[in-house]
């Protein structure tokens, strides 16, 4: 095993998930802790997924071949038909061959999500007999979210969960439910790290300004699990009682849609036309700068795990209102500072946490904008994030 000498560790990360051609932002998250890991790792990323194109065209297309952190991500091209978990199983088993015929043999292997790429990584762990840790971030482990593994799911996940090290979910939350598969196996809470860009500016510090109270929200608008149209009747209710504010509203399942069908239309029908106002999907870097020209941002999720978005805007220093699901308990309502917590599907509360935010707003106290950030920079930055990454390959090697 190797000790604390790490120049010479080799980390093979099996990724279920990752920016592809045919997803650009699938797993974008899992891109970012590989990218977090210190430089003396020697990382090297393999990714299936059907439909995409080989190494060469995939690195000209993501410029993903190596980052800042000198870290080859190899795309392996999978044919776009039945059975596709068989294909993408040989694909990875093929390139493994492959290193073992270069020797270069890993001394870990790290796996991101148990999907797609779970039995392989298991089953290479087992013949290099390397440590197997497995990071997650699937909202599937929690029946909240109405979508239960299937059998063959199940199955898999139990074996590769049981041959595991170590596991890194990204919550308390989530940990404990990976614990239903493999309870002797122990767990490490690593966070998602958020994107350099939220950081590149200092945080707004709130004006007192006499203009409406500035909401934020950005999301996949899927209503089964981030609730549009409840977040929409607390708004209007919000104003009812008074208040005057303005709510962006920023994404969308695809590029170039605005909207789901039936949010603006809502929105009339509440009289809030003049006051949502949906943009469509937008970079991160715009992400950062709309975070920073608002004063709260709102998530009112039936389901989570720790969605990178508030990680992101209290990086900007943004308070925020969110639903206590999944990990965010962990984090809002334990640390007032970080804005408000509600109970999911609860509308009244939503709109009474709209109300006091204007009242503060009017009082000239919102929230301490240099408070959120500096708790988010200790927590969630790719130092941060890298650095609990590496004592958790420590752990298991040494």
């Known amino acids: 095993m190797i ?15 990752h920016p592809n051609e045919v997803h650009p932002q699938l797993g974008n998250f899992v891109r970012r802790h590989i990218s977090a890991i210190p430089s003396e790792v020697e990382s090297r990323v393999i990714h299936a997924w059907p439909g995409i194109s080989g190494d060469e065209a995939r690195v000209a297309h993501l410029n993903l071949s190596e980052d800042q952190s000198g ?6 091209p999978v044919k776009n038909a039945k059975p596709r978990r068989w294909r993408m199983a040989k694909a990875y088993n093929r390139f493994c061959e492959r290193l073992t015929a270069e020797d270069w043999i890993p001394d870990l292997i790290h796996l991101h999500i148990a999907a797609e790429a ?10 290099w007999n390397v440590p197997l840790v497995v990071s997650e971030h699937w909202t599937a482990y929690h029946n909240e979210n109405g979508r239960d593994f299937r059998p063959a799911e199940r199955r898999t996940i139990r074996k590769t969960l049981n041959g595991a090290a170590l596991h890194l979910p990204v919550s308390d939350h989530l940990g404990e439910a990976m614990a239903r598969y493999a309870k002797s ?12 860009c939220f ?13 409406p109270l500035r909401l934020l929200h950005v999301s996949s ?31 969308g399942a695809g590029e170039g849609q605005k909207e789901i069908p039936g949010f603006t239309a809502f929105a009339k029908q509440l009289k809030l036309a003049d006051r949502v106002h949906f943009h469509g999907p937008i970079s991160a870097r715009e992400v950062a700068h709309t975070m920073r020209e608002s004063e709260a941002f709102v998530l009112f999720s039936r389901y989570e795990n720790l969605p990178c978005v508030l990680l992101e805007a209290w990086c900007t220093g943004l308070p925020v209102v969110a639903t206590n699901v999944g990990g965010v308990g962990e984090h809002l309502g334990v640390q007032p500072q970080l804005g408000i917590r509600i109970e999911s599907e609860d509308e009244a509360a939503l709109t009474g946490a709209i109300l006091d935010l204007a009242r503060r707003k009017s009082e000239g106290n919102l929230f301490d904008s240099k408070a959120i950030a500096a708790y988010a920079e200790a927590r969630f930055t790719t130092a941060a994030v890298g650095g609990q990454i590496l004592e958790a390959y420590r752990s298991v090697l040494e």
Do not use: C
């Open 3 to 17: 000790g604390s000498h790490l120049a010479s560790m080799r980390v093979l990360h099996f990724a279920s998930w």
């Open 71 to 76: 870290i080859r991500t190899h795309f392996l």
């Open 118 to 127: 779970a039995a392989p990584a298991a089953a290479w762990a087992k013949k």
């Open 185 to 196: 196996v122990p767990y490490t809470v690593v966070p998602n790290v958020v994107d350099p």
């Open 199 to 211: 950081l590149a500016e200092e945080p707004r510090f709130y004006d007192t300004d006499s203009g």
């Open 221 to 251: 608008l899927v209503d089964e699990h981030k609730n549009i149209f409840g977040m929409l009747r607390a708004v209007g209710q919000a104003v009812e009682k008074g208040v005057d504010l303005s709510l962006d509203v920023y994404g």
